[in-house]
Nanobody, 123 residues
Framework: QVQLVESGGGLVQAGGSLRLSCAAS????????MGWFRQAPGKEREFVMA????????YYADSVKGRFTISRDNTKNTVYLQMNNLKPEDTAAYYC????????????????WGQGAQVTVSS
């Protein structure tokens, strides 16, 4: 049974930092491109960052450029999202996705999803 569990969310002031983790079980992470997505209340889920299977390339949304970093440790079956200089508009539920066929930057129908971690940034 495939399971993705996000952790590390919370409440932080604007300008602060958080690191999200996505721990995977039931799959071999190195076989998947990994992506982070987020969904704010009343909005559609949107792409944040992605990383290829061997971490040779990353993708990012313009809104997080220079502030967020994605990384992975395939030996630990874990993907990370380091978020710095957080802004109130970053407030959302953050989801990780394991993409077996793409680059992790699209919401593929065959991807596995976590349950989400809430990030709230106060002004």
């Amino acid at each position: 049974q495939v399971q993705l569990v996000e952790s590390g969310g919370g409440l932080v002031q604007a300008g602060g930092s958080l690191r999200l983790s996505c721990a995977a079980s039931g799959l071999t992470l190195s076989n998947y491109a990994m992506g982070w997505f987020r969904q704010a209340p009343g909005k559609e889920r949107e792409f944040v960052m992605a990383i290829t299977r061997n971490a040779d390339r990353t993708y990012y949304a313009d809104s997080v450029k220079g502030r967020f970093t994605i990384s992975r440790d395939n030996t630990k079956n874990t993907v990370y999202l380091q978020m710095n200089n957080l802004k109130p508009e970053d407030t959302a539920a953050y989801y990780c996705a394991a993409d077996p066929t793409g680059y992790g930057n699209r919401q593929n129908a065959d991807a596995h999803w976590g349950q989400g971690a809430q990030v709230t940034v106060s002004s």
